[in-house]
């Protein structure tokens, strides 16, 4: 027999790969998995190959090794379903670090990550993009938010969360959240970015990003950060009017923000929120990643929509007006191939939803512009995967 | 040692070259299933998508000598699919079909990769109940169960998995495809092969299909929870719970040391005081759950309960039982190196067992903790060590083979449920003898004469 401990070269974290009982609860939890059948496409698998990484089993250039640390969505349903509780998050965290270190990160999250940096561009955005903006308040108790993207992309976003939070403090001067960087190869940066954020907005941090909500709690804590339908819920806050369509309430379905619901709990507080101003229609998949996950979309556009088409699928077969998302990748996921679908049913941000039920006014349109739609090429390793399943 | 540019070529034409692995990293993931300590690294993994394309794999390694280890979804926890003399690794979860849920019959037909929660859903949107619930349902594949034979929290009332195979398609070493059974009840046309491939953990044919009996879902199910003082407490309140002619559909307990690493872990608000605690639950229609229910708590009351409670209503039963549930997530954070095993009793002899084990555990001074059926015997003492501490992982092998041996010493077995695989195949003869170890490995060879079927487990 053939033990499987020997000693590593200093990768990960020993504590964190021993965690790993090896039981496979994980398997039936990961949507890359449910599209390969294959081990070394499941969590259970990847975890074996970091191990095989750490313990020099497998090199750095081992071509399965390199295109799992980035098939993989890292959208993190495998830990609520793990019995030994594996922090599957860090351990891909500290994995792409190695793996994407230098110049084997993939141009384009280099350049995202550089872009999102930039404090003094993001502002420059925003200001262009007009998001909420408030007198600083430096000793106010919540502060908003902006995220990097988010206020370029969907500015509207930040407006109507300040419509729901009138006393909340909006700093201007706010740079990145840093979850780019963690999720991307960088996760010191990762680390630095969240602590800056955490000086420059004092008190409770609000956020709209489910994804940033989750980073951001690794570093600053628990108590510290709030994602917005769960401030909502905490500070008592009920949702005022309703929402309908052609004279009937709207049929609104949730599409789960990955790591708000597996790294931070959250998912009855937004369901909540739409019960109180419209239907909340139940859609299968809906708690499955929606393939957005941070930079996969554009990383590998072809495995992104292999994970959405299905989900578009349901949303359409359960005649909906509106699917709300919390965070912004994840709706401007859902927006972009609804559209390409021609689809009637809207993608909308949960704020733009419950500040247009509250106002009685329409919700926004859309964006008026977008990042450019960057095709790059998935990678692929050999014959790591099976077919099936529509192509980009 | 890796496999002939030619035979790799063979193995693409049959299943599809996609369907073919042979990079070290396509490897490695398959190098383990859920048993710890246990690593061997296949020359190729290979997911045939039907019986023909199993049978000419076979054929291929029968003709030239090379190991097939059939593989589900690698739940085990016996190294049962460990490819510890490289060769093949079969992967049958592409071959996920429910075939056939028949109402009328009482029955499904699934092929081997469907796993056991998908087949219960689909049962269960008929009305009808896949009564077999292994731990590891929602992953295993009813392939994966058939072949080890798994068990599950309802054995007493419900049986084991043998006891629902009317039937299978399985593919000989040789190449040839059988039928065993069928949709029949009652069968006695020759040798009961259906009987004997179920639990032959993949080293006698590769199972390829299987139809299973169903029964109507219950209408109903309800759990209550006992403390005792100690489980020779709980023991006695047991056998007087069956002597009174109920049979329930759970009965599952856990020791002292469970309890205190599940409240530690969990904080569900149990008794720390308490030497055992005891979850008794049953199905079936309401009135007739309510009643069994109240009388195993009279029962419980009369045999020095500290206190029993009857969950008011399905909510607070599932609360209950995430006390059992959390047992092995509560151990497993004790250590990195959890061993959870399966020895199995005559349920009147569960109390002394547990008091042999904590023995056992204080001689060779490695921390086990007890949780498991209690209506069937079968126990999992589970050692919880850190996984870089050899001497101690020494130490536990050494508690568990006395843990074995005093298991047989009172009618028991060295494994009630989780299997022989590789990991428990040393301890064998002790529990079977010498002539019937002969026999297993002429059955072995009469089904896979060139020995290529999943070697170094049962009938080696």
């Known amino acids: 027999m053939t033990t499987d401990r020997v000693t590593g070269r200093g990768i990960f974290d020993p504590e964190l790969l021993d965690r790993c009982i090896s039981c496979g609860f994980c398997l039936p939890a990961c949507p890359t998995y449910a599209q390969t059948l294959d081990e070394g496409s499941s969590p259970r698998g990847r975890i074996n190959l970091m191990r095989a990484l750490e313990t020099g089993e497998l090199d750095d250039d081992d071509s399965r090794l390199r295109e799992e640390a980035s098939f993989c969505l890292g959208c993190r349903a495998c830990e609520p379903v793990c019995p030994a509780g594996v922090q599957y998050g860090q351990l891909l965290e500290t994995w792409r670090d190695h793996q994407w270190r230098g110049r084997r990160r993939p141009p384009l999250a280099q350049l995202l990550m550089l872009v999102a940096s930039r404090t003094p561009l993001l502002r420059a955005i925003g200001v262009v993009r007009r998001h909420a903006r408030t007198p600083s308040v430096p000793a106010a108790p919540t502060t908003l938010m902006l995220g990097c993207f988010e206020r370029g992309l969907y500015p509207g976003v930040s407006r109507s969360a300040r419509a729901l939070l009138p006393d909340i403090a909006v700093p201007a001067d706010q740079g990145c959240c840093g979850a780019l960087h963690a999720h991307n190869g960088e996760s010191e940066r990762g680390v630095e970015l969240a602590r800056r954020l955490g000086e420059q907005l004092p008190g409770v941090i609000v956020t709209t990003a489910g994804g940033c909500a989750a980073h951001l709690t690794t570093v600053l804590g628990r108590d510290r950060v709030h994602e917005l339908s769960e401030h909502l819920v905490k500070t008592g806050a009920s949702p005022v009017g309703r929402l309908s369509v052609g004279g009937r309430r709207a049929r609104v379905a949730l599409q789960d923000s990955c790591h708000l619901r597996n790294g931070m709990g959250v998912f009855a507080e937004p369901r909540a929120l739409i019960s109180a101003v419209a239907d909340l229609v139940a859609v299968p998949g809906e708690a499955s990643c929606c393939g957005a996950a941070g930079t996969y979309s554009l990383l590998r556009p072809r495995d992104s929509r292999r994970i959405l088409d299905p989900k578009l699928d349901a949303i359409e ?63 692929r390793a050999g014959a790591a995967r099976t077919t099936g399943g529509p192509t980009a | 040692m890796s496999l002939d540019r030619d035979v790799v070529g063979e193995l693409g034409t049959i299943v599809g070259a996609d369907h073919v692995r042979t990079g070290r990293g396509d490897l490695e993931p398959y190098a383990r299933d859920a048993t710890p300590l246990f690593r061997g690294v296949p020359d190729a993994v290979v997911s045939p998508r039907t019986a023909e394309e199993v049978a000419a794999v076979l054929r291929l390694a029968t003709r030239t000598g090379i190991p097939v280890i059939p593989r589900g979804a690698g739940s085990n926890l016996s190294a049962g699919t460990l490819a510890d003399r490289g060769g093949i690794v079969l992967v049958l979860t592409r071959m996920d079909r429910i075939l056939e849920i028949s109402p009328d019959e009482l029955l499904a037909r699934v092929e081997a990769g469907v796993t056991t929660a998908a087949l219960g859903e689909a049962a269960a949107a008929k009305g009808l109940l896949y009564a077999p619930d292994p731990g590891s349902r929602t992953v295993s594949t009813v392939g994966g169960n058939v072949a080890t034979c798994a068990g599950g929290l309802r054995g007493l009332k419900y049986g084991v998995t043998r006891n629902y195979v009317l039937g299978t398609t399985a593919v000989l070493p040789t190449g040839e495809i059988i039928r065993t059974g069928g949709r029949l009840w009652k069968d006695v046309a020759g040798y009961d092969l259906t009987r004997l491939l179920t639990g032959s953990e993949g080293t006698l044919g590769v199972l390829t299909e299987i139809t299973v009996a169903l029964l109507p879902m219950p209408a109903t199910t309800n759990t209550g929870v006992a403390y005792f003082p100690t489980l020779a407490d709980a023991g006695r309140a047991v056998t007087a ?81 995430a ?50 059926h209690a209506g ?40 009630g449920e989780h299997g022989v695989g590789a990991a428990k195949l040393p301890y064998l003869e002790a529990r079977l003898g010498a002539d019937q170890m002969a026999l297993l490995r002429r059955i072995k060879a009469a089904f896979d004469p060139a020995g290529i079927l999943n070697p170094g487990k049962l009938g080696s």
Not at chain 2, 243 to 257: M, S, W
Not at chain 2, 351 to 359: K, L, N, P, Q, S
């Open chain 2, 376 to 415: 069937d015997g079968n126990l999992h003492p589970t050692c919880v060590v850190d996984r870089h501490d050899d001497a101690a992982i020494e130490r536990a092998h050494k508690a568990f083979g006395d843990v074995f041996a005093a298991a047989i010493g009172m009618d028991g077995t060295i494994t």
């Open chain 2, 323 to 372: 006390a059992r549930r959390c047992s092995l997530p509560a151990l497993s954070r004790l250590g990195t190196l959890t061993i959870l095993e399966d020895a199995t009793v005559p349920r009147p002899r569960l109390a002394e067992m547990v008091g042999r084990i904590d023995e056992i555990a204080e001689r060779y001074d490695v921390p086990i903790a007890t949780f498991g």
């Open chain 2, 241 to 321: 719970v069956i002597g009174d002619g109920i049979v329930p559909a759970t009965l599952e307990f856990l020791d002292a040391k469970c309890i205190g690493a599940v409240e530690e872990y969990a904080n569900l608000g149990l008794r720390l005081d308490a030497g055992a605690l005891l979850l008794f639950g049953d199905d079936g229609a309401a009135d007739a759950v309510e009643r069994n229910l109240t009388r195993i708590g009279e029962l419980c009351t009369a045999h020095r309960a500290m206190e029993v409670t009857l969950a008011a209503d399905v909510a607070r039963s599932d609360a209950l039982l």
């Open chain 1, 317 to 379: 077969a359960a005649d909906l007006d509106y699917v709300v998302a919390v965070n912004p990748g994840c709706l401007r996921q859902l927006e972009t191939g609804l559209r390409r679908r021609s689809s009637k049913v809207r993608a909308v941000h949960l704020a733009d939803l419950l500040a247009a039920a509250a106002g009685g006014t329409p919700l926004p349109s859309g964006r008026r512009w977008t990042l450019p739609r960057i095709r790059v090429p998935a990678r």
